[in-house]
């Protein structure tokens, strides 16, 4: 599984931005997929993610009610769509793909580079 990020940019205060991930290889073994975020000195969080099959969402307490995911799975395509975005927002963020054959495997993409001025 091959996942590529894109969206990312720099935005003011309250603005939004819509990010992308494409999957491609295997896709049909995605149990899952995610969005993290890593800002500098800090670990990387899960900011949120959604179930393939039903399309079951979760999201960090810091981005409910403003970040909304989903997912084009005939695209094989999920989004992240971030409103009234805060500096603290400012961080990489990756699309993740869990991948259940046989066992666990996590992909990851390359990240791309979300900075929101004040």
């Known amino acids: 599984v091959q996942l590529v990020e894109s969206g990312g940019g720099l935005v003011q205060a309250g603005g939004s931005l819509r990010l992308s991930c494409a999957a491609s290889?295997?896709?049909?073994?995605?149990?899952?997929m995610g969005w993290y975020r890593q800002a500098p000195g800090k670990q990387r969080e899960l900011v949120a993610s959604?179930?393939?099959?039903?399309?079951?969402?979760n999201y960090a307490d810091s981005v409910k009610g403003r970040f909304t995911v989903s997912r084009d799975n005939a695209k094989n395509t999920m989004y992240l769509q971030m409103n009234s975005l805060k500096p603290e927002d400012t961080a990489v963020y990756y699309c993740?793909?869990?991948?259940?054959?046989?066992?666990?495997?996590?992909?990851w993409g390359q990240g791309t580079q979300v900075t929101v001025s004040s």
């Open positions: 993740n793909a869990v991948a259940v054959v046989g066992g666990i495997t996590n992909y």
């Open positions: 290889g295997s896709t049909f073994h995605i149990n899952r």
């Open positions: 959604i179930i393939s099959v039903g399309g079951s969402t």
